[in-house]
């Protein structure tokens, strides 16, 4: 109570302008102050604890279980007689046919006697004056005849090789060419003539009067014949069946073309003939 009044003094006091200074106050005492009311402390934040990861426990390896094969027995395979290996038969592939003409082969016509006449052959000159010589050697020389191609209707006839005179002291030669032979060589024999009917659709020119042979490096020749009107020789050709002969302007072998028919025989036609300009008989 007292301590009320106190204050109401005090207050009084101040109002009038006047200062409590001087008032004597008696001490004041812990008791004598008002109670403090204490306002309440605001819960604190609750503070998360740190996360600490604890480490897992390894795993305790644990041992494999033992794997043991088993043996495996296989049946006991008893051999069987294999069948007996049949190959195939080979195929053989032809090549293919050449465009060329199989030659046919050589008429043979019996007795015919090239070049030469037969031994004590007598002409008669009825008969010989039936033949139209190709080559009037009266008005031609026989240089110009060499160095001239046969007539594009020509056909040379063959003459069986095993029907000519083949004389027994003939030179014989490992090759045989034009360039190879000379004018005292009556017959020349090759040694290693072309044995065959294909060597002129092979290196022959096939033209309208026969084949010919372009260049002077042939050497298939079975023989050749000195020719002492025309001097030259004529070379036989065992492909055709047919002499030859050289022709230098051209650097050809050409079909002789002056050969005619008398009787059975096959040869020049001037051969044994008895004419003004001349005479003679092929001798070897």
């Avoid at 003539?193 to 022959?204: C, F, K, L, R, S």
């Amino acid at each position: 109570m007292r301590i009320l009044l106190r204050h109401r003094l005090a207050a009084l006091i101040a109002g009038l302008g006047f200062t409590a200074t001087g008032l004597a106050a008696p001490p004041r005492s812990a008791k004598d102050d008002p109670p403090v009311i204490k306002a309440p402390k605001a819960d604190p934040k609750p503070v998360q604890p740190k996360f600490e990861p604890k480490p897992l426990p390894k795993p305790e390896p644990k041992p494999l279980p033992k794997f043991e094969p088993k043996p495996v027995v296989l049946p006991k395979a008893e051999p069987k007689p294999l069948p007996p290996i049949v190959l195939p038969k080979p195929v053989v592939k032809l090549p293919a046919p050449d465009a060329k003409p199989v030659p046919k082969p050589l008429p043979v016509t019996k007795p015919v006697v090239g070049l030469k006449p037969p031994a004590g052959k007598k002409f008669d000159p009825a008969e010989v004056a039936k033949i139209k010589p190709p080559i009037d050697l009266a008005k031609t020389k026989p240089e110009v005849v060499l160095a001239s191609k046969p007539p594009k209707d020509f056909k040379a006839k063959p003459i069986a090789l095993d029907q000519i005179q083949v004389p027994k002291t003939a030179a014989k030669v490992a090759k045989l060419n034009a360039g190879l032979v000379s004018a005292t060589q009556g017959f020349v024999l090759n040694q290693n003539a072309y044995v065959g009917n294909g060597y002129h659709t092979t290196y022959g020119v096939k033209t309208a009067f026969g084949f010919a042979y372009p260049g002077q490096w042939h050497s298939h020749w079975h023989h050749c014949v000195w020719d002492p009107c025309f001097k030259c020789h004529y070379y036989y050709c065992p492909s055709i069946g047919c002499y030859y002969y050289w022709n230098p302007v051209d650097v050809c072998y050409y079909p002789c073309h002056w050969f005619v028919d008398y009787g059975p025989y096959y040869y020049p036609w001037w051969i044994g003939y008895q004419g003004p300009n001349f005479s003679f008989v092929v001798k070897w």
